[in-house]
């Protein structure tokens, strides 16, 4: 049966000429690809990497990531992608957490590495970098001029092959832990909903260690044989020129890109006819900018994924006429190797129009959480992945997630959704981003209270924001408070860390 290595193997004897990957001048065959991932396989078993032991990498996006990503994979070795934003603390953690004993790091984070070592890394831990950095060697100079022989091939689908670490927007992070079956059936699900192609011509701007660009686009994209084009990071120009240069067919972005992209003056001047899906998800999108990207990307086939990294990260997700349809839904439905149910507080499926817990069960959904049976067990119940998404059930079908479980507001005995406040918000022209938070109030229980960034040279009121939501919803849930930021918090992903803002505000 296929693994995460062998997929790259079988493309490569399958399309060998063809461009695997592209970042910045290089470009790389399949055949050459495969060759790469066989040397720094070759060399790190050579040091000591085995079958089930954790290679956990700290690096932005880049070819060197995807050749380190395909041969811990190919040795069968446990891959945990780390943020590559993570402070010294946080990297210690997550190498403590996995039992790693393997961390490759890329040259440009050198500093934290350092740091984390101050007071002494993990027993046992080998460290190696991605590229030229004092004090440490190069797996990549180490493994260039190696023979580039094929590891044996003992890796199972059954076997553990990745742990995803969930962002901590509420605590410290957890480590969902998937075996190479469950992360196939993510591709294939994800190569079904949203019709990748072979031959696909991938654009990556979300950053790789995420599991939404890792599982979604690069292990998908490889299966069938896409060329990957990898940027380091996201800038809206650049993503525009390589669109139109490279010929893109499918990109993946996270909300608030989209929106850069459509504050470009530009855009409609150019070529994206290869362009012919769009796919966005991480982190919800305001109704009114999937409206205008309707408008100003006509041809091109916008999809819409939500998923959970406890999930694969599958879930739910919108087709073309869907988004369409409803562009303020989150889903129509599951992907095809998942159900989901919306649920009440007492297990009970939820009649139209009324809101629940979203929970999913199917191929895709992780084993547990990694040296966590406590939390495994509050999170997988009876086979149903328990997501802590409040999603309201339409008379359609469709659904929308309204906020999550602990971020509900509770005002005057009345739940207010911060999702659908922050909807409300998010269309007035002067706003920028907004997220929406609840603050202790002795009297109503919680205050809501309204956190925006505003267009350059712009002020607005709080009976402003208040008069225009009120077209929108109910006056119950209008904000009594109103607080302007140069910018509001968030993770790499795209959502927004909530705890950090009431932290600061609160």
Same mark, same amino acid.
Request: with cysteine; proline share 5%.
């Given at each position: 049966?296929p693994?995460?290595g062998?997929? /790259?193997?079988s493309?490569?004897?399958?399309?060998p000429?063809?461009?695997a990957?592209?970042?910045?001048?290089?470009?790389h065959?399949y055949?050459?690809?495969?060759?790469?991932v066989?040397?720094v396989?070759g060399l790190?078993?050579?040091r000591?990497l085995r079958?089930g032991?954790?290679?956990?990498?700290l690096?932005? %996006?880049s070819?060197?990531?995807v050749?380190?990503f395909?041969?811990?994979?190919r040795?069968?070795a446990?891959f945990v992608?780390?943020?590559p934003?993570?402070s010294a603390?946080?990297?210690d953690y997550?190498?403590?957490?996995?039992?790693?004993t393997f961390?490759?790091?890329d040259?440009?984070?050198?500093?934290t590495v350092?740091?984390?070592?101050?007071?002494?890394f993990p027993?046992?831990l080998r460290?190696?970098a991605?590229?030229?950095?004092?004090?440490y060697?190069?797996l990549m100079a180490l493994?260039?001029?190696?023979p580039?022989t094929?590891?044996?091939?003992?890796?199972l689908? %059954?076997?553990d092959?990745?742990?995803?670490?969930? %962002?901590g927007?509420?605590?410290?992070?957890?480590?969902?832990?998937?075996?190479?079956h469950?992360?196939?059936?993510?591709a294939?699900?994800v190569?079904?909903?949203c019709?990748?192609?072979?031959?696909?011509r991938?654009l990556?701007?979300?950053?790789l260690?995420h599991a939404?660009?890792l599982?979604?686009?690069?292990i998908?994209?490889?299966?069938?044989?896409?060329?990957?084009?990898?940027?380091?990071?996201f800038d809206p120009v650049?993503?525009?020129d390589?669109?139109?240069?490279e010929?893109?067919t499918?990109?993946?972005g996270?909300p608030t890109?989209?929106?850069f992209l459509?504050?470009?003056?530009?855009?409609?001047?150019?070529?994206?006819t290869?362009?012919?899906?769009?796919?966005f998800g991480a982190?919800?999108m305001?109704p009114?900018?999937?409206?205008?990207?309707?408008?100003t990307?006509?041809n091109?086939?916008?999809?819409?994924?939500?998923g959970q990294?406890?999930?694969g990260?599958?879930?739910?997700?919108?087709?073309r006429?869907q988004?369409r349809?409803r562009?303020?839904s989150s889903?129509?439905?599951?992907?095809?190797?998942a159900?989901?149910r919306?649920i009440?507080?007492?297990?009970n499926d939820?009649a139209?129009?009324e809101a629940?817990?979203?929970i999913l069960r199917?191929?895709?959904m992780?084993?547990?959480?990694?040296?966590?049976p406590v939390?495994t067990?509050?999170?997988?119940?009876d086979?149903w992945?328990?997501?802590?998404d409040?999603?309201? /059930?339409?008379?359609?079908?469709f659904m929308t997630?309204?906020?999550?479980?602990?971020d509900?507001?509770?005002t005057?005995g009345?739940?207010?959704y911060?999702?659908?406040v922050e909807?409300?918000?998010?269309?007035?022209?002067?706003?920028l981003?907004?997220?929406?938070?609840?603050?202790p109030?002795?009297?109503?229980?919680?205050?809501?209270?309204?956190?925006?960034?505003?267009?350059?040279g712009?002020?607005?009121t709080l009976?402003?924001l208040?008069?225009?939501a009120?077209?929108?919803?109910?006056?119950y849930? /209008?904000p009594h408070?109103l607080v302007v930021?140069? %910018?509001?918090?968030?993770?790499?992903?795209?959502?927004?860390l909530?705890?950090n803002?009431?932290e600061?505000i609160?």
């Amino acid at each position: 049966m296929p693994t995460i290595g062998s997929t /790259l193997r079988s493309t490569a004897a399958r399309v060998p000429e063809r461009t695997a990957l592209v970042f910045g001048d290089t470009r790389h065959t399949y055949r050459e690809l495969n060759r790469a991932v066989d040397q720094v396989a070759g060399l790190l078993v050579e040091r000591g990497l085995r079958k089930g032991d954790r290679f956990a990498l700290l690096a932005t %996006s880049s070819d060197r990531f995807v050749v380190a990503f395909y041969a811990a994979h190919r040795i069968g070795a446990i891959f945990v992608p780390i943020n590559p934003a993570s402070s010294a603390p946080e990297l210690d953690y997550i190498l403590r957490d996995s039992g790693a004993t393997f961390l490759a790091f890329d040259p440009t984070l050198t500093k934290t590495v350092a740091a984390a070592s101050t007071n002494g890394f993990p027993e046992g831990l080998r460290v190696l970098a991605l590229g030229a950095a004092e004090g440490y060697q190069d797996l990549m100079a180490l493994a260039v001029d190696r023979p580039a022989t094929p590891i044996d091939d003992t890796v199972l689908e %059954s076997d553990d092959a990745q742990i995803l670490y969930t %962002s901590g927007t509420t605590g410290k992070p957890k480590g969902a832990l998937f075996d190479h079956h469950r992360v196939l059936w993510t591709a294939v699900s994800v190569i079904s909903a949203c019709g990748i192609k072979d031959a696909d011509r991938m654009l990556h701007v979300a950053p790789l260690y995420h599991a939404a660009e890792l599982c979604l686009m690069l292990i998908p994209g490889t299966l069938v044989g896409a060329t990957h084009v990898v940027h380091a990071g996201f800038d809206p120009v650049k993503t525009l020129d390589t669109l139109e240069r490279e010929r893109i067919t499918m990109f993946f972005g996270v909300p608030t890109m989209y929106q850069f992209l459509l504050r470009q003056p530009d855009l409609a001047e150019r070529d994206l006819t290869a362009w012919r899906t769009a796919i966005f998800g991480a982190a919800p999108m305001p109704p009114t900018a999937v409206e205008q990207l309707v408008v100003t990307l006509p041809n091109v086939n916008i999809i819409q994924l939500c998923g959970q990294t406890e999930a694969g990260p599958s879930g739910i997700f919108s087709d073309r006429d869907q988004v369409r349809a409803r562009p303020d839904s989150s889903g129509r439905q599951a992907l095809v190797t998942a159900e989901c149910r919306v649920i009440d507080t007492d297990g009970n499926d939820v009649a139209a129009g009324e809101a629940g817990e979203l929970i999913l069960r199917g191929e895709t959904m992780m084993k547990g959480y990694w040296n966590n049976p406590v939390a495994t067990a509050d999170t997988i119940i009876d086979g149903w992945l328990h997501t802590g998404d409040i999603c309201r /059930l339409d008379a359609d079908g469709f659904m929308t997630i309204i906020d999550r479980l602990k971020d509900m507001i509770i005002t005057g005995g009345r739940n207010v959704y911060s999702i659908e406040v922050e909807g409300a918000i998010a269309a007035h022209p002067r706003v920028l981003d907004v997220a929406v938070i609840g603050r202790p109030h002795d009297e109503y229980g919680e205050s809501i209270v309204a956190v925006v960034t505003l267009d350059e040279g712009t002020t607005i009121t709080l009976d402003e924001l208040r008069e225009f939501a009120a077209e929108k919803i109910a006056r119950y849930k /209008l904000p009594h408070e109103l607080v302007v930021l140069d %910018s509001i918090p968030r993770n790499p992903s795209g959502k927004i860390l909530k705890r950090n803002l009431r932290e600061s505000i609160v």
